[in-house]
């Protein structure tokens, strides 16, 4: 059984910085591309960063690129997010996904509309107060 343990949300001042970490068992973790998604309350489910399977393709969307760093560290299983600059706006609800299916092994186009990653953490809230 897959399981998906995602922690260190919370509330910061803005300009502060936070640390997200997702721990998966239940498969052979160092195979699969991960990334985070966020959404806050009333607006669409938005891609932040994406990691390849084996750590070499990195992808971030604008809004977080040089604030933002996704890492892995597969003897330990477990996906990061550092973040830091954070403004208001970063506020939102965290996701941690997993991409069990095979569908986006580099990252590949993961941001756009298509088959979603498979495996999904509970998600955690990230506030970021002005």
């Known amino acids: 059984q897959v399981q998906v343990a995602e922690s260190g949300g919370g509330q910061v001042q803005a300009g502060g910085s936070l640390s997200l970490s997702c721990t998966v068992s239940?498969?052979?973790?160092?195979?699969?591309?991960m990334a985070w998604f966020r959404q806050a309350p009333g607006k669409e489910r938005e891609a932040v960063s994406c990691?390849?399977?084996?750590?070499?393709?990195?992808s971030y969307a604008d809004s977080v690129k040089g604030r933002f760093t996704i890492s892995r560290d597969d003897a330990k299983k477990t996906l990061y997010l550092q973040m830091h600059s954070l403004k208001p706006e970063d506020s939102s609800v965290y996701y941690c996904?997993?991409?069990?299916?095979?569908?986006?092994?580099?990252?590949?186009?993961?941001?756009?509309?298509?088959?979603?990653?498979?495996?999904w953490g509970q998600g955690m809230q990230v506030t970021v107060s002005s």
């Open positions: 996904a997993v991409d069990t299916s095979g569908g986006y092994p580099f990252c590949q186009g993961y941001d756009r509309p298509g088959p979603e990653f498979a495996t």
């Open positions: 990691i390849s399977w084996n750590g070499k393709y990195i």
């Open positions: 239940g498969l052979d973790f160092g195979n699969y591309a």
